[in-house]
């Protein structure tokens, strides 16, 4: 069942993390479902612009409302993510996504506030919510690239203003941590007292992190082992999850640990089998490996078991 992105994170808020996982591909989809039901947990799948022009944005579509129909008993929302403002409203005007992010992050204060305030508008006249995101994430995002010693973290009096002026629904923030797989040369992590510095301004009000893969290392030296490259790939402490949904992180994305899972049983099924090619052998133990890593995160995230509290809750 598709719900809004405000209902489940009404659900979650200071108890627990939603997983917003990013899919592109079937394999992705039936492993994604099949984890968030084998842990019980309610789940964000979210469609990049990348996603949404590599397999068709009408066949994800379809795609996912036939692992809906597949799945019975989960219950997700469905959200855009990293949008830009066109993107943003196609997507609103499409009538399938329960929530889209507005990325102006690279844009001055003023101009973030002016493009998400009218992306909140329009979404807001169809009943859909938004996302915007305040500071600068290390790393390569799809539209914009910004040196690690660039990145800043979110000003929580910036943040408390921006949410007042766009009316934005939740708020993506830099706190640490970059996307892909190359987060941290040292022993860094997630700013805490930033985060309880903007969710003392604004409690209640749904956080978001972004780039938070955590980069299991075995998978790294597993990839390598089958002539991978991957030196130096370092993610977020997963132990770090619930602390920050206690601080109002109620949106985990993680889409990068995801493309390990992919590309280490890829790599290490064509190493031991050379004359394979039937990629439905791999496919399939990608899917069963991929449900297996989602059902951990959820554990980890907290949102593993709460389907069924949601469900009564989304009753009354
Ligand atoms: O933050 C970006 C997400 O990991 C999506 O990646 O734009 O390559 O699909 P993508
Ligand atoms: P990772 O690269 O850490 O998986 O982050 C994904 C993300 O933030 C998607 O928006
Ligand atoms: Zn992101």
């Given amino acids: 069942m598709i719900v809004a992105t405000k209902q489940l994170f009404a659900h979650a808020y200071g108890k627990y993390a939603v997983g917003a996982y990013n899919i592109n591909n079937l394999e992705q989809i039936m ?76 844009s001055p204060f003023e101009e973030n506030v002016a493009i998400t305030k009218r992306v909140v508008d329009a979404a807001h006249a169809k009943g859909i919510s938004v996302e915007a995101e305040l500071g600068m994430l290390g790393g390569v995002e799809e539209h914009v690239q910004v040196d690690e010693k660039n990145a800043c973290l ?98 985990v994305n993680i889409d990068t640990d995801g493309r390990l899972v992919w590309t280490r049983v890829h790599r290490e099924f064509f190493k031991e089998q050379p004359g394979n090619f039937d990629f439905r052998t791999p496919g399939k133990i990608f899917m069963a490996e991929y449900a297996k890593f989602i059902a951990s995160r959820n554990e980890l995230l907290g949102s593993a078991g709460e389907l069924e509290s949601l469900r009564e809750s989304l009753k009354g």
């Fill in 31 to 106: 492993g994604l479902f099949k984890g968030c039901i084998d842990s019980q947990a309610p789940f964000i799948i979210q469609l990049s612009k990348g996603a949404r022009s590599y397999a068709n944005k009408q066949m994800l579509e379809a795609m996912i409302r036939t692992a809906e129909e597949i799945f019975p008993e989960a219950i997700f929302a469905v959200h855009l993510d990293h949008g830009d403002e066109q993107t943003c409203y196609e997507c609103i005007e499409s009538g399938f996504y329960s929530s889209v992010m507005i990325d102006a992050s690279h």
């Fill in 154 to 251: 979110t000003d929580p009096d910036e943040a408390l203003e921006f949410v007042k002026q766009s009316g934005c629904d939740s708020l993506a923030c830099a706190i640490g941590t970059s996307h892909g797989a190359y987060k941290f040369s040292g022993g860094q992590g997630i700013h805490f007292d930033r985060v309880k510095a903007i969710q003392d301004l604004l409690p209640g009000f749904p956080l978001v992190m972004h780039g938070s893969s955590s980069v299991p290392q075995d998978e790294v030296e597993r990839i390598n082992a089958a002539g991978g490259e991957l030196k130096g790939a370092k993610g977020v402490d997963t132990a770090q999850y619930l602390p920050a949904a206690k601080l109002g992180v109620c949106k």
